[in-house]
């Protein structure tokens, strides 16, 4: 796929909230002595449903059956710690955040995007993701389509 240009077209829309890890999955053995996976972070399916309700309002259309192109950037709050007193920021603190892992974000948001902007995300041709500090928790999301 060849770097998005001007005449490229771009769904773009912001997810609210902070981006949860798609982590590994853990299996629990039920009574009736079924096994089933459950996702380790009870923060992901959330953040999956409003992310896939963000992409829904920013397209209408079917699922995309081409390759596509994101970029996003994860924003988050900075921690209180983070900061003196006075407000102004701490000597050696970070610029951007360490954790949570950037490919367990984009899991959990490739993931919330099958079937609403494209049919699998084995059609994602490239990404390119950033971490950053802002003023609120949010996703910013670009398909290149």
Same mark, same amino acid.
Request: glycine share 6%; proline share 3%; aromatic share 10%.
């Given at each position: 796929m060849n770097k998005p240009t001007t005449s490229s077209a771009a769904i773009e829309f912001t997810i609210p909230g902070a981006a949860a890890p798609q !982590? +590994?999955? /853990?299996?629990i053995r039920l009574r009736t002595g079924r096994t089933v996976l459950v996702e380790s972070s009870?923060? $992901?399916?959330?953040? /999956?449903? $409003?992310?896939?309700?963000?992409?829904?309002?920013?397209?209408?259309g079917p699922p995309y059956r081409e390759c596509v192109g994101l970029e996003v950037t994860f924003r988050f709050v900075r921690p209180? +710690?983070?900061?003196?007193? %006075? !407000? +102004?920021l701490r000597v050696g603190v970070p610029l951007a955040p360490g954790k949570p892992d950037i490919d367990k974000l984009l899991r959990a948001l490739l993931d919330a995007l099958t079937g609403v902007i494209? $049919? %699998? %995300?084995l059609q994602v041709a490239c990404i390119w993701a950033t971490k950053e500090y802002g003023a609120r928790a949010e996703t910013v999301v670009s398909v290149v389509i």
């Open positions: !982590g +590994s999955k /853990r299996a009870a923060r $992901v399916k959330p953040f /999956r449903a $409003v992310a896939a309700l963000a992409a829904t309002e920013a397209w209408r209180k +710690s983070h900061y003196k007193a %006075d !407000g +102004s494209y $049919v %699998d %995300d």
